[in-house]
């Protein structure tokens, strides 16, 4: 099963993606900022992780002054995020793709799903459940692989469909086969507007001139063509 490729893949490479994770570029210098600007102040602010990886974000958020679940499919993950924020935070494991049966309706001000919606073949049921879980007037913030790097990258003939996709990633450790799946624009928005949210901000992220001094390819390539998208959805009344 793909889920299955996926959480290997994660648990091949976590520990070294945790001891690149504050300075890896392409996380630390194009999709932080990006997507932690679209939060307004986090103090005082309930909000859920999902898929948080070894919890750099929930440690930004908690510094902050949030109080801050997490999860993620990665069990080594979420030991890697219990250790980084240790005695704060609550992480545990579960899957994105089935229901949030532990968390009660309106229970958080802010969903931050960073990076992970592409390992899911359809979002209807995890949009769903964010959500119920985010209290009236919630926002959800996601960041995902732009879908047109994603149909270049992956050399796609097939615009409009959903497509499992496989790469390798050599950048943690030994090579890693990693899949995923790659969609369209259209497949971006509308499981979000189809399922009580609105879009009020959408970008498309350029690197911070941290980046350049470590990649400067990568820099400059990110600042013609995006690799990222990063959107701040609210839930409708
Ligand atoms: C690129 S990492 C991003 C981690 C974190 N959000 C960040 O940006 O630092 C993707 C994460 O998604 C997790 N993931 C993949 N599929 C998942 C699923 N179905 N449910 C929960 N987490 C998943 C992986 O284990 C991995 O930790």
């Not at 993620?72 to 793709?97: C, W, Y």
């Amino acid at each position: 099963m793909i889920t299955d490729k996926i959480l290997s893949a994660y648990e091949q490479m976590a520990e070294r993606y945790n001891q690149l994770i504050d300075h890896k570029p392409h996380n630390a210098y194009y999709d932080r900022p990006n997507t932690l600007a679209l939060l307004p102040d986090v103090a005082g602010k309930v909000i859920l992780d999902a898929a948080c990886g070894p919890g750099k974000y929930a440690e930004i958020l908690l510094d902050r002054g949030a109080a801050v679940t997490g999860f993620d499919l990665s069990p080594t993950m979420i030991k890697l995020a219990q250790e980084r924020n240790p005695a704060r935070g609550s992480f545990f494991v579960h899957n994105l793709a089935t229901p949030f049966t532990m968390f009660a309706d309106a229970s958080f001000d802010i969903v931050l799903c960073a990076l992970a919606l592409h390992y899911l073949p359809d979002w209807t049921l995890t949009i769903q459940e964010f959500r119920r879980v985010l209290r009236p007037g919630g926002i959800l913030v996601i960041s995902i692989e732009h879908p047109f790097f994603e149909y270049n990258y992956f050399n796609s003939s097939a615009y409009f469909d959903v497509e499992h996709v496989r790469c390798v990633w050599k950048g943690f450790g030994q090579p890693v086969e990693v899949n995923s799946y790659r969609r369209p624009l259209g497949e971006c928005i509308t499981p979000l507007t189809n399922n009580g949210f609105y879009i009020d901000q959408l970008v498309e992220p350029r690197p911070v001139p941290e980046f350049e001094k470590l990649d400067p390819k990568h820099f400059h390539e990110l600042n013609h063509f995006p690799a990222f998208l990063c959107i701040r959805a609210v839930k409708r009344e």
